[in-house]
């Protein structure tokens, strides 16, 4: 995809990194996003100790000699999170009270710190060689419904600290990839800190989804970008697409499409996959469109067979033979079409 006016991600695991797939991947993709094993449950054992799961190495090592660049995802959030970071030790809940605060304040600073050093230690300091170039800081902190005044999903995370979770995360993110473990060669802030979320594009979730990102802006909380999941389908219509990107468009951050994928619904019949095409072609054509704010653009996968949404109908650009669809052509056939001027 060298048409591409934006870095071209996919979400993988170690299985793309080898053989054929690992070859077409680098061939398609210019970055990658660990699909699970970044994740806070990724980085300890069953114990609690901190022990980084070895998928982590094949692919920072992966990225790294094919020159690729590495979207960390995900540093916080509410699934795939160890059950001890909520609780004392004799396993009861932490509370709200400032003691058990600042228990869970250590906790969320540790595991960022201890996650960059180990990436810093194995594959460079950041900004100097090695090829993690963003972070999802805090994912899904919105809630689904419309039933909080604030609009914030009532985590564990949320429990315990209210929003300041969010600022902390940010703020120790900072702290530990873009001073701590930044090169001297680093010029400003090497790795760039991102809130992300899904349904971006539907209407309540944006509101809410905009006026948390003016509050943290406005607290001063370091987030250089806005990541919109875009896990869609054909009858969500591009122009929704388009909307959420325009909708930040004035603030002072940057945005990534972060987890892209369109199933056709089943079953997955050829014109059901022509019309995926002509979906992909008008969303990519958008994001072209929009390359100036676009940090990122990342497909939830590499190809069907490897996709958490397959069952609901081929969702990516190649199938599992890894060859081409109609999505890949239609893709590039958006990115090629001339931009209006
Ligand atoms: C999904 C993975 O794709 C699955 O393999 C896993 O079982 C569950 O998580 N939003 C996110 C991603 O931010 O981390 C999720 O990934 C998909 C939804």
Redesign the pocket.
Known sequence: MDAAPFPLGA?IDQRETTGAAGQALAHHFTQLTA??HM?PEAWYDDDGTFAPDPQIDALMSYAQAKGLRVYG??LV?H??TPAWFFTHEDGTPLTDGAADQQILRDRLRNHIHAVAEYLADGWGEFGNGNPLVAW?VV??VIDKGTGFADGMRRSEWYRVLGEEFIDLAFTYADEAFNDRHAGPAATGRPVALFI?E?DTETADKQDRYHALVSRLLERGVPVDGVGH?M?VSLDVPVESLAAALDRFAAMPVQQAV??MDVPTGMPVTPSALAEQGHYYEAAFRAFRERADVLFSVSL??FHDGR??RDAYGAPLLLDEQLEAKPALAGALAGLRAASPS
């Open positions: 979400a699909e699970n994740k995802h995900v959030w699934n795939q999802d994912n899904e992300n899904f999941q896990h972060t987890e939830w996968g996709s958490w």
